[in-house]
């Protein structure tokens, strides 16, 4: 299984990314995919996740509530994070990952795989 993150770069505060994760070598479609990010000298920490069976069910934390939107494309193993009115205290390397379970879980240690990180900045 190979996840690839791309979509990063400088970007001035108020403004917006859109990062792009493409799923390899497996099937995704009934599994949890979600963002996670690690600032400088933080610890990472869950962004947002979508899971699709009976619908499409998705989880933010607070801070990207309203400025980020998680989606995923099933036919084509892509999930997407729209970024808008990006802050400073946005600035981090954005991860994608794969939980092969159907709920949401926030916790890293639940993901089973992970791509290489994009690095989002965001100058002030």
């Known amino acids: 299984v190979q996840l690839q993150a791309s979509g990063g770069g400088l970007v001035q505060t108020g403004g917006s990314l859109n990062l792009s994760c493409a799923a390899s070598?497996?099937?995704?479609?009934?599994?949890?995919m979600a963002w996670f990010r690690q600032a400088p000298g933080k610890e990472r920490e869950f962004v947002a996740a979508?899971?699709?069976?009976?619908?499409?069910?998705?989880a933010y934390t607070d801070s990207v509530k309203g400025r980020f939107t998680i989606s995923r494309d099933n036919a084509k193993n892509m999930v997407y994070l729209q970024m808008n009115s990006l802050k400073p205290e946005d600035t981090a390397v954005y991860y994608c990952a794969v939980d092969r379970n159907r709920l949401i879980r926030r916790s890293q240690d639940n993901y089973d795989f992970w791509g290489q990180g994009t690095l989002v900045t965001v100058s002030s």
């Open positions: 070598g497996g099937t995704f479609v009934s599994y949890v």
């Open positions: 979508a899971v699709t069976w009976s619908g499409t069910y998705t």
